[in-house]
């Protein structure tokens, strides 16, 4: 019976290395408790989930999806990043809210800036002997 669902689930699953992962993966959920979508006919969990997948009452992108869902450890969520006023602008209640503009600073500006920064020039220390 299993060998004749194998070939029935070759066209449903890639390869049959994918189609192991997600039988195999079928099958614990159906011993955690999940409801099957076919008759179990006496059959056991691996077998039922080999007839669930040729028959195609469970999609195999689904059981992939929740088969990479299950073994993910850390899942990122994006979330968009609160809105943070900028400095020296008032509220939006506020009626004196002042329009806070950013200046554009050149290479060559930056350049000028930079050099104006110099280190100091060492003093040497005076024996106090």
Do not use: W
Not at 47 to 54: K, Y
Not at 62 to 71: A, C, G, N, T
């Amino acid at each position: 019976m299993a060998r004749v669902t194998v070939e029935d689930c070759i066209d449903k699953v890639e390869n049959r290395f994918d189609l192991v992962l997600l039988a195999s993966h079928r099958a614990r959920m159906i011993s955690s408790g999940a409801q099957i979508t076919i008759d179990r006919d006496n059959d056991k969990n691996p077998v039922v989930s080999l007839r669930e997948i040729a028959e195609t009452t469970v999609s195999p992108g689904d059981l992939k999806e929740d088969l990479i869902h299950s073994l993910q450890k850390y899942v990122e969520v994006d979330e968009p990043e609160p809105e943070v006023p900028l400095i020296g602008a008032g509220g939006a209640d506020s009626d004196d809210a002042e329009v806070v503009t950013s200046d554009r600073m050149t290479e060559e500006e930056l350049l000028k800036g930079l050099e104006g920064l110099a280190p100091p020039e060492e003093v040497p220390e005076e024996d106090a002997e």
